[in-house]
Nanobody, 123 residues
Framework: QVQLVESGVGLVQAGGSLRLSCAAS????????MGWFRQAPGKDREFVAT????????AYADFVKSRFTISRNNAKNTVYLQMNSLTPEDAAVYYC????????????????WGQGTQVDVST
């Protein structure tokens, strides 16, 4: 089992950048593929990005359009989401999630979730 805690500065201006972090407990972090999802008010939670256990492969939602980068540091049990060129449409609660072995874009494939961190983008 793994516990996840997200963190990151919550408010940024449009066009700005923000890095989210997700710290995982436990000694087997490198057994888990990791994902980032987000949920805006009144909308379903949606996939943002995912990364393999070793960090050698990633996948992104189409709306990311090369603005976001997911990465991980297994020595620190942490996964990151670097977000650039933010727009008000990116405002949401961002969640990190973990699943054993392979990466996935599917929300239901993830067994473990963080509590979420709010990201607001001002105009």
């Amino acid at each position: 089992q793994v516990q996840l805690v997200e963190s990151g500065v919550g408010l940024v201006q449009a066009g700005g950048s923000l890095r989210l972090s997700c710290a995982a407990s436990g000694r087997t972090f490198n057994s888990y593929a990791m994902g980032w999802f987000r949920q805006a008010p009144g909308k379903d939670r949606e996939f943002v990005a995912t990364i393999t256990r070793t960090g050698d492969n990633t996948a992104y939602a189409d709306f990311v359009k090369s603005r976001f980068t997911i990465s991980r540091n297994n020595a620190k049990n942490t996964v990151y989401l670097q977000m650039n060129s933010l727009t008000p449409e990116d405002a949401a609660v961002y969640y990190c999630a973990a699943r054993l072995y392979s990466l996935s874009r599917i929300e239901s494939a993830y067994a473990y979730w963080g509590q979420g961190t709010q990201v607001d983008v001002s105009t």
